[in-house]
C-alpha cells in the first residue's frame, strides 16, 4: 500500500525566513511519482513539481527547491526567504502508474504561515 | 487556455437529495479524476475516466455515488440520497494523455458540498 506522511500540521515563519516542509513517502514500487502542489486561499490545488523515482537529483526553481532521497523515502520541499504570498496549505503525493492513470495518493498537507 | 472548471462553486442542500457536480476539464485533456477533500479524511481519490470509460471508480465511497463523462469532456459526479458525511470538497482533475509517461494532474477550484 502506498502512504504519504507530512509530519508537520502547520509551520509559522516570518517573512525572510527559510522553511522546510518534510514528506515521507511509503510504496512497494521502484517505479513511481512524487509530487508537490500548493493550496492556497482560494481553494485551488496547484501543480508545482514532479519528480520520477530514477531521478535523485535536487531540483531548484527560483525560491523553491526539493531534496529527494530514497534511502530515507523522503521529498522534502524548501523555500527560500519566505514571503506573505507563500502562505498555503502544501500536499506532497505520490503515484505509483508509470503511464496514463495516476491516481494520486496525498499526505494529510502542511498549512504555512509567512507573517510579515 | 482555460484550466480546469467546476460547478457549482458552492452548493447546500438537505440530507436525502440528490446532487450533480459538473467538471469541464482543460480543452484536449483525455483524462479526467474526481477527488474529493474532507476534514475526517484529507484528499482522496474517487474516480478516473479515460475518454469516457471508467477503468477505475474504487475510490468512490459508496453505491450512492457515480460519475458520467459524455463526449470525452464534460463529467458528472452524482450523489444520491446525500448524506451529512458527504460534505466536502470535490475536486476534479485533468491531464493530457501522454506516450511519455504519467501526467501532470491539473485541478479545478472543486465544488463546496454542504449536506444540511
Do not use: M
Not at chain 2, 436525502?16 to 483525455?30: A, F, M, N, Q, Y
Amino acid at each position: 500500500a502506498q502512504k504519504v506522511t507530512q509530519a508537520q500540521t502547520e509551520i509559522s515563519v516570518v517573512e525572510k525566513e527559510d522553511v522546510t516542509l518534510d514528506c515521507v513517502y511509503e510504496t512497494r514500487d521502484t517505479t513511481y511519482y512524487l509530487f508537490w502542489y500548493k493550496q492556497p486561499p482560494s481553494g485551488e490545488l496547484v501543480f508545482l513539481i514532479r519528480r520520477n523515482s530514477f531521478d535523485e537529483q535536487n531540483e531548484i526553481s527560483g525560491r523553491y527547491s526539493w531534496n529527494f532521497q530514497k534511502s530515507t523515502s523522503s521529498f522534502n520541499f524548501t523555500i527560500t526567504a519566505s514571503q506573505v504570498v507563500d502562505s498555503a496549505v502544501y500536499f506532497c503525493a505520490l503515484s505509483e502508474a508509470l503511464t496514463g492513470f495516476q491516481k494520486l495518493v496525498f499526505g494529510t498537507g502542511t498549512r504555512l504561515l509567512v507573517s510579515p | 487556455g482555460a484550466g480546469v472548471s467546476q460547478s457549482p462553486s458552492n452548493k447546500v442542500t438537505e440530507k436525502g437529495k440528490d446532487v450533480e457536480l459538473r467538471c469541464d476539464p482543460i480543452s484536449g485533456h483525455t483524462a479526467l479524476y474526481w477527488y474529493r477533500q474532507s476534514l475526517g479524511q484529507g484528499l482522496e481519490f474517487l474516480i478516473y475516466f479515460q475518454g469516457n470509460s471508467a477503468p477505475d471508480k474504487s475510490g468512490l465511497p459508496s453505491d450512492r455515488f457515480s460519475a458520467e463523462r459524455t463526449g470525452g469532456s464534460v463529467s458528472t459526479l452524482t450523489i444520491q440520497r446525500t448524506q451529512q458525511e458527504d460534505s466536502a470538497v470535490y475536486l476534479c482533475a485533468s491531464t493530457k494523455r501522454s506516450l511519455a509517461g504519467t501526467d501532470t494532474q491539473y485541478f479545478g477550484p472543486g465544488t463546496r458540498l454542504t449536506v444540511l
